[in-house]
Structure formats: C-alpha cells, structure tokens
C-alpha cells in the first residue's frame, strides 16, 4: 500500500501569503516524480497555525529518492537577486508518515 507525508509547517499569519505564493510557484514540481501519487496544501482556518503538505507516494523508497534528488536541489538552490536566500516562511517543521491501511472512493453511479 501507498505511504503518506505531512509535513506539518508552522505559518506565522504575517507569512502566510508568502507561503502560498512559494509553493504556487513550485506548482507541479512534484508531478513528474517516480512513485509519486498525490499532493496537497492544507490551509488552516480556524485554531491553529499550521498548513498541511500532504503528499502520498507509493512507497517509501520513492519518497526518499525524491527527498534526496528533486526536494534537495530545490531547497539548496532559490537564491534571491543579490545572492541571500530568502527567509524561510515557517517557523517550524515537523514530518509524520503514515502507511495507507484502508482507502475508498466515491461510489460510481
């Protein structure tokens, strides 16, 4: 069965639009990853500060493929125009994973 990743972010309110427009402009670079099955993110609407990045892989080994090849790159690079890397949105991150035991979809009339 699949695995799934939430990257739990901490969004100050200030940094939130900030955020979103990152993420919008790395839109689809997920995609195109071997094993890659789904990917969302999870506004919060009321009580906490945390957005939700919820991706789901078909296996664990073609998460870390993608944590070590496509993530990386993608964090080690994205200098901003004078050379300093821009500050980082959250303020805190935490990773849970979790193995897809049961699943459904809707009915098809």
């Known amino acids: 069965m699949s695995v799934v990743k939430i990257n739990v972010l901490t969004v100050p309110a200030e940094q939130r639009e900030t ?3 990152r ?3 790395r839109a689809h670079a997920v995609e195109g990853s071997d094993g890659f099955e789904w990917f969302e993110l999870l506004r919060p609407l009321e009580g906490t500060d945390s957005y ?3 991706t ?3 296996d664990e080994e073609s998460f870390q493929a993608w944590m070590e ?3 990386k790159a993608a964090h080690q690079g994205g200098a901003a125009p004078g050379g300093e ?3 980082p949105a959250a303020s805190g991150s935490t990773l849970w994973s979790f193995e897809v035991v049961q699943q459904a979809a809707p009915a098809k009339p």
Do not use: I, N, Q
């Open 23 to 25: 993420f919008a402009s």
């Open 56 to 58: 789901r892989w078909r």
């Open 52 to 54: 939700l990045v919820y």
């Open 19 to 21: 955020l979103e427009k």
């Open 69 to 71: 090849g496509p993530m």
């Open 85 to 87: 890397r821009p500050r």
